[in-house]
């Protein structure tokens, strides 16, 4: 079965840096996209950042881009997500995810998106 497991969560003081790791299992990684999630307390689940199959084309959340990065390494099933310059607004739970194949590269959406992993809590004081 498919599962995705997020790791490299924790608490940071503002302007440090995590690397999340999402390791991926139950099918054949290479085939499909990636996406990273996140939600706060209170708020709707937003998109953070997503990854084609190749690697080559990303999409980032306008208020992300240039903090954060995501990447991919097919050979170890694993995307991860550089996130530098951390701010206490980044608080929040962070989920990767399996993109749904449907022609598109990329994607923004929660609902375009099938799998989901249990999540990570990423922590950021001031």
């Known amino acids: 079965q498919v599962q995705l497991v997020e790791s490299g969560g924790g608490l940071v003081q503002a302007g440090g840096s995590l690397r999340l790791s999402c390791a991926a299992s139950g099918y054949s990684f290479r085939s499909y996209g990636m996406g990273w999630f996140r939600q706060a307390p209170g708020k709707e689940r937003e998109f953070v950042a997503c990854?084609?199959?190749?690697?080559?084309?990303?999409d980032y959340r306008d208020s992300l881009k240039g903090r954060f990065t995501i990447s991919r390494d097919s050979a170890k099933n694993t995307v991860y997500l550089q996130m530098n310059s951390l701010r206490p607004e980044d608080t929040a739970v962070y989920y990767c995810?399996?993109?749904?194949?449907?022609?598109?590269?990329?994607?923004?959406?929660?609902?375009?998106?099938?799998?989901w992993g249990q999540g990570t809590q990423v922590t950021v004081s001031s």
């Open positions: 990854i084609s199959v190749s690697g080559r084309q990303t």
């Open positions: 995810a399996r993109k749904v194949i449907n022609g598109r590269l990329t994607a923004t959406t929660p609902a375009e998106y099938d799998y």
